[in-house]
């Protein structure tokens, strides 16, 4: 769309000066192949393919994802992905996907069957030890991984959350999917809810232990991502302290710089008593007059 504009030049005459007016702005070049093709997008982002598909997976993916074990072990899960590819066909799968499949489903270690009782209660009592480590509490149980604990932990608060709300007609604006043990305890605690309300035998003691030490419910309640943080941080001050150590264990057992030891002077000679004398006696006049 051209727009005519009037306007004057040096003379005092009267220009017409054509305008280009756009009906939107352009939008920022990003850091992309079209950058360096000088392409310019108007509006919105460019859209990305997708290398990795997410999809149901077939019997001749497990298959091939055993094989591939078998010869190559289940460490190299990137390399597994593009023989994946090369050797049987098989487009759109990551390492990571490889591995998950692996470990969640085709490990011929796994127990497939429902978790027991027994298991609910290790799994339980093993998070009010070590909290959200789920890597250490699929230790106290054979044949079971970490995120499926996780999340039958999970499900069964989630399950118990919905059923104390249901009886007692309590009516919560924000229903968070992801509940922790914290929130169901702040809950029940708000509404005044007795214990023997609730059904599940291993969730109610876990209540009460944090009534007994209220101090570990932010600690029982800590994701994932915080217990990493909280562990960097660890690390990362141990770290800072060893090589303080180390630092001062190198400059003891070494000679000092001059400049921050620095020797005594040796060619001035020291003052004679004389001059001391003179000089007390000076002072000793003026402080007279």
């Not at 302290?241 to 001035?268: G, L, Q, V």
């Amino acid at each position: 769309m051209l727009k005519k504009a009037s306007g004057f030049d040096k003379t005092g005459k009267e220009n017409k000066v054509k305008k280009e007016v756009l009906r939107r702005p352009l939008a920022p070049l990003n850091m992309n192949k079209n950058t360096l093709t000088g392409k310019r997008k108007l509006g919105g982002k460019c859209k990305k393919e997708k290398k990795f598909i997410r999809r149901h997976w077939t019997q001749e993916e497990d298959t091939a994802i055993a094989q591939l074990i078998k010869r190559h072990g289940i460490k190299k899960w990137s390399l597994i992905a593009k023989k994946l590819a090369a050797d049987f066909g098989i487009i759109g799968r990551s390492g990571k996907q490889c591995r998950e499949r692996w470990h969640n489903y085709l490990d011929p270690e796994l127990s497939k069957n429902p978790i027991t009782s027994e298991e609910e209660r290790t799994i339980f009592m093993g998070q009010r030890k070590y909290g959200n480590k789920w890597v250490e509490i699929a230790k106290l149980l054979s044949g079971r991984r970490d995120n499926l604990i996780k999340n039958h932990f999970y499900s069964t608060l989630r399950r118990q959350l919905r059923k104390t709300l249901k009886d007692f007609n309590i009516d919560m604006k924000k229903r968070s999917n992801n509940v922790n043990i914290q929130h169901l305890w702040e809950i029940i605690k708000e509404n005044s809810i007795p214990y023997s309300k609730i059904d599940n035998d291993n969730v109610r003691e876990l209540l009460e232990y944090i009534d007994e030490n209220p101090e570990r419910a932010h600690i029982l309640s800590e994701s994932q991502s915080q217990i990493r943080d909280k562990k960097y941080h660890y690390n990362l001050y141990n770290n800072s302290i060893i090589n303080r150590r180390k630092h001062k264990s190198d400059i003891a057992n070494t000679e000092r710089p001059y400049f921050i030891n620095p020797p005594a002077p040796t060619s001035i000679e020291p003052p004679s008593e004389n001059t001391n004398k003179q000089g007390v006696t000076i002072l000793i006049i003026v402080i007279g007059k």
